[in-house]
Structures are given as structure tokens and as C-alpha cells.
């Protein structure tokens, strides 16, 4: 009897600390993400002022102020095309890596694994100054082709984990089914491997695309004139009134969201194998 | 004309030798086994045909055209994989005339054609559904229709019934044997089971550790096994061994009774009977019985002969028990007899 009664306690407590930690974790997220929401849709009194309102007034005054700001629209646009770039570069040079890992084997396979993960190893600040001389030698310093290119060194170990792993998920047969029925090693992988890979593909794009979206030490550094988003704002927001930095980190935030939302079942997927 | 060369193939990978020397012939329409024990080779000489394995060395030809410098697709051959390997992104209908789509055939032809091989197959109400609406035993036959659907000289199988359940093995086994014949294609196919090569082939090559050890009919396989190894693994229970020992004019002697074998300088060599080969008599063998099966049609029976663990299948009307000594007689026309050292077959 005792031990039926203490073991309906212990699950009692244990789902109890669970549902806890759950609701840790969420709120973790979720409140700060709401509190610039909040803040965002409100007047500019009610952004200073106190006692906080948790409920948003709905008030557009700030976010309007950014669409008509000078050099916003253009600094939007530059985002845009930066991570236009770096997301079709990254998977034109990710994904035929992540082919050749999980299809063939050769030696230093491991080694190169392991290489790409180091690229994430060195910080940014350390290769940015020796990026911008270089840069500035070659021509590329201040244009978007040279940012993207940098997102890109910074995006494609992602684009090679997450292709790698989507390759490895289609079995090798129906590949080699294809080359029994008529398929040379191109059409096989046009006809049956692309159309299986294509979701994953998208989805590591647009993982890209948030990558470069969201960095702003290269952007800031390698960039005066054609100033990406972040960079703009980081630029401009440092002297701006609270109401105005809400607002744009608000304008920054949701579509990294919401891709990232988007994208979610495949980031788990390459993660699942990286940590094998 | 579709008869398939293989001369002197061999496959190394990195250190290990997965073939040594392979040499063997398959007749047009010959519908020939590959058996043997997982890493035996197997599969390897099948994918070597096929062109998805390339060989260290040797040459294979396929009607008459050496091809294994060709991409698969040029070789004439069609394929059936382990595991089914259907298309999950097409439907049935499109994963059976996909080959032929490939090879740019007219929309008539991929229709008639497909719709044929999906009647073939018991199939046809099962075209506009994919592969993940289908159970294995439907996934099974799509691969096979795919294959069919090419009209190949040759089919390779690569174990395409292991993954089903026992009942449906069997029912495919026989369906894919009339369905085969019908085709008039060169087939190969490979298998571990023994039951599945012997029931299938026309001839069963019997492989092991890289080698052809045996190639001929299920029935010569069976009754007379070129090496200990072949009368070891056909046979369920496999074929017995006891120590023979030489004596006077090619007599030898073999658990207290004298037979009639080979010449031989040895002084002792194998004697072999398959279990269904011997009787209860007043004269024989002296077995000492271990343990009783008795299976309904056949009573199973585990003695010690000559030291040596003994099977015999017996008449299910005997009443035999443990502990009991027996005088097995051996059908003196069945005795084989292998060379202790090379184990290969000894000619009487």
C-alpha cells in the first residue's frame, strides 16, 4: 500500500516539476518577445512612463516613423538582397557537400566534418578587420556581393549539416533503382532524389537566409553606405529615443521568427545528426 | 539471346577479398541462384552484374557484349532490390513506368505496357496509390512489375521475399517463379534460404567466402554436394559426418560397420548420409539417441554416432526414446564421402 501511495506522489511531483520547467523554458522565450510586442504598439509615453502596461495600446506611431525614416527602405532592401545571396550560394555550395558526405566515402571524411564545424570556431570580430583590408584591396569592400559572401562562409556549415542529413535520410536503393532503370547518375538524381530532398533544400535556404538576416558585426564593419538592416539600425537606434529601439528590434525579430518557425522539423533533423 | 559470362572476377575492398576468381555461366532464360551465407559474396557479384559494384578484375558479358565498363543502364538489366526501393514521391503507376519513361518510350507503349505488368502482378487496382499507402507484399510486387515493365534480358533479385512474413513468402515464391518463366528473361537471384533456391532455380550456385563452391541443378546440389561445405548447408538437417577409417580393399570403416568407398592414400576420410537416407535395422551404424523431435509427418532424431552428433529422419510410427541404441542402416547408394583435408567430394 505505502509503496503504491509514495510511487502516485513521486509521478504527482515529478509531472509537476516537469510542467514547471516547461513553462520556464516557454516563458523564458516568450516574455521578453512579448514585452517588444508590447512595447512596439505602444505610445511613446507609455514606452517611459510607469507603471507597465502589459497589454499592447496598438499604437502604430513608432513602426510608421521607420517606414518613412530616410535610408530605412534601402537598408531593408540591402538585407534582402545579402541574404538573397548568401542563401542561393550557400546551398549551391552546401549541398553538393552534404551529397558527397553522405553518399561517398573518401578519406578525411571526418576531418572534414569536423573542419566545417571549426569555421564557426573563430569569432567574427578576429576575421573582420584582416576581411575589410583584403576587401578593400580586391574591390569588395562597402557592396553587397561582399557581405553576402561572408554570410555565406558563415551560413554553409549549417547548409552542409542540415543537407547531409536529408541526404542520408533518402536510402541509397532508390538511387541505385534509378540507374538500373534508365538514370545516369544526374537524371537519378534529378528525377528521384531532388524531388524527395526539395522541402529539406528550401528549408535550409531559408535557414540561410535568417543567418545572414540577422548578423550585424560583418554587416556593420564591411558596410557604410549600402548598410544592411541590422547594421542601419544598430547605427541609428544607439542615439534613438527607447520607443524607436523597441520598434526596431521588433522590425528585426519577426521574420527570423518567423522562418525560423517555418523551418523548425529540419533544424531538428540536423541536429539529430550532429549530435552523433 | 541474353547468357550471361562472368570470367575471373574478383572484388577487393581495401584489405578484404570479397570475391576471388569468380567464374560461371548462365544459359539464356536460365533462371540460376546465388546461395550463400551473409558475406559470402552474394550480393556483391549480383551488384558487380548489375554495374552499381565495379570489379577489381574479370570480365562479365551479357548476350554476347562484354559490359562491365557500361553505366547500369546500358546493360540490359533490370533490378529488384531488398527493400523494394519503390518511389515514394510517384505512384505505382508512375514508379512501374518510370524505366520506360526514361528510355523516352511513346505514352502508348508506357500505358499498355505498365497496365500489363501491373495485371501480371495483381496490381492494377493499385495504380493510383504511393508506396506508403502499400503494405510490404504490394511494395514487393511494384518493384517487381517495375522491373518486368523493362522487358530486360535479365532480372537481378537481391533477396526480394526476405523481408516478408513466412505466409506470404510463399505465396510470392510461387508467383515469381510462373510469372519468370513466362518472361523468357535471363533472371539471378539471391538468397540466403536454402528452401527459396532449391524451389526457385534452374541452378543454384552455392558461394562461400568469395568462391563458387558448387553450380548445378537443386537436385545434384542436394544429392551430391561437391564439399563438405555445400552437404552442410543444404539440407534441413543438414547432411551427417562420421570419421571413416581405412581397412582392407577399399573398405572402410565407419562406427563399427565396413562400407565400400573411395580410393584414398588417407587414412581417414569423411563418410556422409543425408538424415532421410538411413532406416532402423538389425545391422548399421551404432547410434546412441539423444533426443526425440517428433514433428507430426517425420520423427527427428539426434544421436551420437562414432562420437560425433548423428540426425536422422524416421518414420513417425516409431517408438524411439532417449538413451535408446539404434542400428542405423545407411542406403548403401546415398553414401558420399569427402576428403578430410580438402573436404571436397571423393569419386567412388
Same mark, same amino acid.
Given at each position: 500500500?505505502?509503496?503504491?501511495?509514495?510511487?502516485?506522489?513521486?509521478?504527482?511531483?515529478?509531472?509537476?516539476?516537469?510542467?514547471?520547467?516547461?513553462?520556464l523554458?516557454c516563458?523564458?522565450?516568450?516574455? $521578453? &518577445?512579448?514585452?517588444?510586442?508590447?512595447?512596439?504598439?505602444?505610445?511613446?509615453?507609455?514606452?517611459?512612463?510607469f507603471?507597465?502596461?502589459?497589454?499592447?495600446?496598438?499604437?502604430t506611431?513608432?513602426?510608421e516613423?521607420?517606414?518613412?525614416?530616410?535610408?530605412?527602405?534601402?537598408?531593408?532592401?540591402?538585407? *534582402?538582397?545579402?541574404?538573397? *545571396?548568401?542563401?542561393?550560394?550557400? &546551398?549551391? &555550395?552546401?549541398?553538393?557537400?552534404?551529397?558527397?558526405?553522405?553518399?561517398?566515402?573518401?578519406?578525411?571524411?571526418?576531418?572534414?566534418?569536423?573542419? &566545417?564545424?571549426?569555421?564557426?570556431?573563430?569569432?567574427?570580430?578576429?576575421?573582420?578587420?584582416?576581411?575589410?583590408?583584403?576587401?578593400?584591396?580586391?574591390?569588395?569592400?562597402?557592396?553587397?556581393?561582399?557581405?553576402?559572401?561572408?554570410?555565406?562562409?558563415?551560413?554553409? $556549415?549549417?547548409?552542409?549539416?542540415?543537407?547531409?542529413?536529408?541526404?542520408?535520410? *533518402?536510402?541509397?536503393?532508390?538511387?541505385?533503382?534509378?540507374?538500373?532503370?534508365?538514370?545516369?547518375?544526374?537524371?537519378?538524381?534529378?528525377?528521384?532524389?531532388?524531388?524527395?530532398?526539395?522541402p529539406?533544400i528550401?528549408?535550409?535556404?531559408?535557414?540561410?537566409?535568417?543567418?545572414?538576416?540577422?548578423?550585424?558585426?560583418a554587416?556593420?564593419?564591411?558596410?557604410?553606405?549600402?548598410?544592411?538592416?541590422?547594421?542601419?539600425?544598430?547605427?541609428?537606434?544607439?542615439?534613438? $529615443?527607447?520607443?524607436?529601439?523597441?520598434a526596431?528590434?521588433? *522590425?528585426?525579430?519577426?521574420?527570423?521568427?518567423?522562418?525560423?518557425?517555418?523551418?523548425?522539423?529540419?533544424?531538428?533533423?540536423?541536429?539529430?545528426?550532429?549530435?552523433? | 539471346?541474353?547468357?550471361?559470362?562472368?570470367?575471373?572476377?574478383?572484388?577487393?575492398?581495401?584489405?578484404?577479398?570479397?570475391?576471388?576468381?569468380?567464374?560461371?555461366?548462365?544459359?539464356?532464360?536460365?533462371?540460376?541462384?546465388?546461395?550463400?551465407?551473409?558475406?559470402?559474396?552474394?550480393?556483391?557479384?549480383?551488384?558487380?552484374?548489375?554495374?552499381?559494384?565495379?570489379?577489381?578484375?574479370?570480365?562479365? /558479358?551479357?548476350g554476347?557484349?562484354?559490359?562491365?565498363?557500361?553505366?547500369?543502364?546500358?546493360?540490359?538489366?533490370?533490378?529488384?532490390?531488398?527493400?523494394?526501393?519503390?518511389?515514394?514521391?510517384?505512384?505505382?503507376?508512375?514508379?512501374?513506368?518510370?524505366?520506360?519513361?526514361?528510355?523516352?518510350?511513346?505514352?502508348?507503349?508506357?500505358?499498355?505496357?505498365?497496365?500489363?505488368?501491373?495485371?501480371?502482378?495483381?496490381?492494377?487496382?493499385?495504380?493510383?496509390?504511393?508506396?506508403?499507402?502499400l503494405?510490404?507484399?504490394?511494395?514487393?510486387?511494384?518493384?517487381?512489375?517495375?522491373a518486368?515493365?523493362?522487358?530486360?534480358?535479365?532480372?537481378?533479385?537481391?533477396?526480394?521475399?526476405?523481408?516478408?512474413?513466412?505466409?506470404?513468402?510463399?505465396?510470392?515464391?510461387?508467383?515469381?517463379?510462373?510469372?519468370?518463366?513466362?518472361?523468357?528473361?535471363?533472371?539471378?537471384?539471391?538468397?540466403?534460404?536454402?528452401?527459396?533456391?532449391?524451389?526457385?532455380?534452374?541452378?543454384?550456385?552455392?558461394?562461400n567466402?568469395?568462391?563458387?563452391?558448387?553450380?548445378?541443378?537443386?537436385?545434384?546440389?542436394?544429392?551430391?554436394?561437391?564439399?563438405?561445405?555445400?552437404?552442410?548447408?543444404?539440407?534441413?538437417?543438414?547432411?551427417?559426418?562420421?570419421?571413416?577409417?581405412?581397412?582392407?580393399?577399399?573398405? /572402410?570403416?565407419?562406427?563399427?560397420?565396413?562400407?565400400?568407398?573411395?580410393?584414398?592414400?588417407?587414412?581417414?576420410?569423411?563418410?556422409?548420409?543425408?538424415?532421410?537416407?538411413?532406416?532402423?535395422?538389425?545391422?548399421?551404424?551404432?547410434?546412441?539417441?539423444r533426443?526425440?523431435?517428433?514433428?507430426?509427418?517425420?520423427?527427428?532424431?539426434?544421436?551420437?554416432?562414432?562420437?560425433?552428433?548423428?540426425?536422422?529422419?524416421?518414420?513417425?510410427?516409431?517408438?524411439?526414446?532417449?538413451?535408446?541404441?539404434?542400428?542405423?542402416?545407411?542406403?548403401?547408394?546415398?553414401?558420399?564421402?569427402?576428403?578430410?583435408?580438402?573436404?571436397?567430394?571423393?569419386?567412388?
Amino acid at each position: 500500500m505505502s509503496t503504491s501511495l509514495s510511487n502516485t506522489s513521486t509521478v504527482r511531483a515529478g509531472r509537476w516539476v516537469y510542467g514547471a520547467s516547461v513553462a520556464l523554458l516557454c516563458a523564458w522565450v516568450l516574455v $521578453p &518577445i512579448y514585452l517588444l510586442l508590447v512595447n512596439t504598439l505602444s505610445s511613446p509615453a507609455a514606452v517611459s512612463g510607469f507603471p507597465k502596461s502589459f497589454v499592447p495600446e496598438f499604437d502604430t506611431g513608432s513602426l510608421e516613423f521607420f517606414a518613412s525614416f530616410g535610408g530605412m527602405i534601402n537598408a531593408l532592401l540591402n538585407s *534582402i538582397y545579402v541574404a538573397a *545571396i548568401t542563401m542561393v550560394l550557400s &546551398i549551391l &555550395i552546401g549541398a553538393p557537400a552534404g551529397y558527397a558526405l553522405s553518399r561517398f566515402e573518401f578519406k578525411g571524411k571526418e576531418l572534414f566534418r569536423l573542419l &566545417i564545424l571549426l569555421t564557426r570556431a573563430f569569432p567574427l570580430p578576429l576575421l573582420a578587420l584582416p576581411l575589410t583590408v583584403m576587401f578593400i584591396q580586391v574591390g569588395l569592400d562597402d557592396t553587397i556581393l561582399g557581405l553576402a559572401l561572408v554570410h555565406t562562409t558563415l551560413a554553409i $556549415p549549417f547548409a552542409v549539416l542540415i543537407t547531409f542529413s536529408l541526404f542520408s535520410g *533518402i536510402p541509397v536503393e532508390l538511387e541505385e533503382a534509378s540507374w538500373t532503370l534508365g538514370c545516369t547518375r544526374l537524371t537519378g538524381f534529378r528525377y528521384v532524389v531532388l524531388p524527395l530532398i526539395l522541402p529539406g533544400i528550401t528549408a535550409s535556404a531559408i535557414f540561410a537566409f535568417v543567418i545572414s538576416w540577422n548578423e550585424v558585426f560583418a554587416a556593420a564593419v564591411l558596410t557604410i553606405e549600402n548598410r544592411t538592416l541590422t547594421a542601419f539600425l544598430l547605427q541609428n537606434l544607439d542615439t534613438s $529615443p527607447l520607443h524607436l529601439k523597441f520598434a526596431g528590434g521588433f *522590425i528585426l525579430v519577426v521574420p527570423a521568427l518567423v522562418f525560423i518557425f517555418a523551418v523548425r522539423k529540419y533544424l531538428f533533423a540536423m541536429w539529430g545528426i550532429a549530435n552523433r | 539471346m541474353a547468357e550471361i559470362l562472368i570470367k575471373n572476377v574478383a572484388k577487393k575492398f581495401e584489405t578484404y577479398q570479397a570475391l576471388s576468381d569468380i567464374n560461371l555461366t548462365i544459359s539464356d532464360r536460365e533462371f540460376m541462384v546465388l546461395l550463400g551465407a551473409s558475406g559470402c559474396g552474394k550480393t556483391t557479384l549480383l551488384r558487380i552484374i548489375a554495374g552499381l559494384e565495379t570489379a577489381t578484375s574479370g570480365e562479365v /558479358w551479357i548476350g554476347g557484349k562484354r559490359i562491365d565498363h557500361l553505366p547500369p543502364k546500358d546493360r540490359g538489366i533490370a533490378m529488384v532490390f531488398q527493400n523494394y526501393a519503390v518511389f515514394p514521391h510517384m505512384t505505382v503507376f508512375e514508379n512501374i513506368g518510370f524505366g520506360l519513361r526514361m528510355q523516352k518510350q511513346p505514352e502508348s507503349v508506357v500505358q499498355e505496357r505498365v497496365k500489363r505488368t501491373a495485371s501480371l502482378m495483381h496490381i492494377e487496382q493499385l495504380l493510383d496509390r504511393y508506396s506508403g499507402e502499400l503494405s510490404g507484399g504490394q511494395r514487393q510486387r511494384v518493384a517487381v512489375a517495375r522491373a518486368l515493365a523493362m522487358e530486360p534480358d535479365v532480372i537481378l533479385m537481391d533477396e526480394p521475399l526476405s523481408n516478408l512474413d513466412a505466409l506470404l513468402r510463399l505465396e510470392m515464391r510461387a508467383e515469381l517463379k510462373g510469372v519468370l518463366a513466362e518472361s523468357e528473361t535471363t533472371a539471378i537471384y539471391v538468397t540466403h534460404d536454402q528452401v527459396e533456391a532449391m524451389s526457385l532455380a534452374d541452378r543454384i550456385s552455392v558461394m562461400n567466402r568469395g568462391e563458387i563452391v558448387q553450380a548445378a541443378t537443386p537436385m545434384e546440389v542436394y544429392r551430391n554436394p561437391a564439399a563438405e561445405f555445400v552437404a552442410g548447408f543444404i539440407g534441413n538437417p543438414p547432411m551427417n559426418f562420421v570419421v571413416a577409417d581405412r581397412s582392407e580393399n577399399n573398405q /572402410w570403416r565407419v562406427a563399427g560397420e565396413y562400407y565400400p568407398g573411395p580410393k584414398s592414400d588417407a587414412d581417414q576420410i569423411h563418410f556422409a548420409i543425408r538424415p532421410e537416407d538411413v532406416v532402423i535395422a538389425d545391422a548399421g551404424l551404432d547410434a546412441r539417441v539423444r533426443l526425440v523431435e517428433p514433428l507430426g509427418a517425420h520423427l527427428h532424431v539426434t544421436c551420437d554416432v562414432g562420437g560425433r552428433m548423428f540426425r536422422a529422419v524416421l518414420d513417425s510410427g516409431l517408438e524411439v526414446k532417449a538413451g535408446d541404441h539404434l542400428k542405423l542402416q545407411p542406403q548403401l547408394d546415398r553414401i558420399r564421402w569427402f576428403d578430410k583435408n580438402t573436404t571436397k567430394a571423393l569419386e567412388v
